[in-house]
């Protein structure tokens, strides 16, 4: 950290409170790949990505949702589901004297929650990954997630290899230097994740139907799933889905949108599945 930003940090920590700011995007859109670059922008020490706590060049704790073998333990990872990889987060994060931290996720409502979990303010900054990448280069993100199944974590090659050699697959150095400090230019590694290199098949009905159950109970545990299928077509999978939201819940054409958005987020992140369709109905 150069001698200016480290006045500035200084600065932030005297006179401001602790600041949480989201990064969010959908799956594959480019977050890891731009995560250092917004952290420049805004002064911001440490970044959650993926279950990781990250500062600078160095994993400080966490569990990469990466390394796990099976898709369902990829998505508990990145949404500290257990109490182990909560607590080991939350004592780094307060051995740390920063003034900010940055929050990647898919969904507004996922950073809140992840920031819930670990006890930390809510956001104060949305960022959209459409505020600082192009159509096309989101576009060129999620090809080479889809077709190739290649992941980033941004962090060099160096740290990802010391704590998760099974993973590690190349270095990518980022072309972001105009918008960083020259001494800063990005490294980070492309890694392909043990679940999506230990299964290459589709998902079965069954797999898919538990990973969306997951993901809707750490999106809202008051939405309950009353039944589901799934099929595939060549274009991608089609979904059709009831689920029952209490009553006293205001239920908008927002809310079932957003649940699509659940429902196709996680299936594209942890089965790299592409949905087709999906058909959303609240009883």
Same mark, same amino acid.
């Given at each position: 950290?150069?001698?200016?930003?480290?006045?500035?940090?200084?600065?932030?920590?005297?006179?401001?409170?602790?600041?949480?700011?989201?990064?969010?995007?959908?799956?594959?859109?480019?977050?890891?790949?731009?995560?250092?670059?917004?952290?420049?922008?805004?002064?911001?020490?440490?970044?959650?990505?993926?279950?990781?706590?990250?500062?600078?060049?160095?994993?400080?704790? =966490?569990?990469?949702?990466?390394?796990?073998?099976?898709?369902?333990?990829?998505?508990?990872?990145?949404?500290?589901?257990?109490?182990?990889?909560?607590?080991?987060? @939350?004592?780094? *994060?307060?051995?740390?004297?920063?003034?900010?931290?940055?929050?990647?996720?898919?969904?507004?409502? @996922?950073?809140?929650?992840?920031?819930?979990?670990?006890?930390?303010?809510?956001?104060?900054?949305?960022?959209?990954?459409?505020?600082?990448?192009?159509?096309?280069?989101? !576009?060129?993100?999620?090809?080479?997630?889809?077709?190739? =199944?290649?992941?980033?974590?941004?962090?060099?090659? @160096?740290?990802?290899?010391?704590?998760?050699?099974?993973?590690?697959?190349?270095?990518? %150095?980022? =072309?972001?230097?105009?918008?960083?400090?020259?001494?800063?230019?990005?490294?980070?590694?492309?890694? %392909?994740?043990?679940? !999506?290199?230990?299964?290459?098949?589709?998902?079965?009905?069954?797999?898919?139907?538990?990973?969306?159950?997951?993901?809707?109970?750490?999106?809202?545990?008051?939405?309950?799933?009353? !039944?589901?299928?799934?099929?595939?077509?060549?274009? =991608?999978?089609?979904?059709?889905?009831?689920?029952? *939201?209490?009553?006293?819940?205001?239920?908008?054409?927002?809310?079932? %949108?957003?649940?699509?958005?659940?429902?196709?987020? !996680?299936?594209?992140?942890?089965?790299?599945?592409?949905?087709?369709?999906?058909?959303?109905?609240?009883?």
């Amino acid at each position: 950290m150069n001698v200016y930003r480290s006045f500035v940090n200084f600065i932030l920590h005297l006179f401001e409170e602790t600041k949480t700011f989201a990064f969010i995007g959908k799956s594959g859109s480019g977050k890891s790949h731009r995560a250092k670059m917004i952290a420049e922008k805004y002064y911001i020490d440490l970044i959650i990505d993926d279950g990781l706590l990250i500062k600078g060049n160095k994993i400080l704790a =966490g569990f990469s949702a990466k390394q796990e073998t099976n898709t369902l333990g990829a998505v508990r990872t990145a949404i500290f589901d257990t109490a182990v990889h909560r607590t080991e987060v @939350m004592n780094a *994060i307060a051995n740390e004297n920063y003034p900010r931290i940055l929050i990647l996720g898919t969904s507004k409502k @996922m950073v809140d929650k992840i920031a819930l979990r670990l006890h930390l303010p809510q956001p104060s900054k949305y960022i959209n990954i459409e505020d600082v990448a192009t159509e096309d280069e989101i !576009s060129t993100a999620q090809r080479v997630r889809y077709k190739e =199944g290649k992941h980033i974590i941004p962090v060099p090659a @160096m740290e990802i290899a010391r704590r998760y050699p099974n993973i590690a697959y190349g270095t990518s %150095t980022s =072309g972001e230097t105009s918008t960083l400090s020259a001494a800063n230019e990005v490294e980070k590694t492309v890694v %392909t994740p043990m679940f !999506s290199r230990i299964k290459k098949q589709r998902p079965t009905e069954a797999e898919l139907k538990k990973i969306i159950e997951e993901c809707i109970a750490f999106y809202d545990n008051s939405i309950e799933i009353i !039944s589901f299928k799934g099929r595939y077509e060549d274009e =991608g999978a089609i979904i059709d889905i009831e689920v029952k *939201i209490p009553e006293n819940d205001d239920i908008t054409i927002d809310e079932r %949108t957003e649940i699509r958005h659940v429902v196709a987020d !996680s299936l594209e992140r942890y089965a790299n599945t592409k949905c087709k369709n999906i058909n959303v109905t609240v009883i």
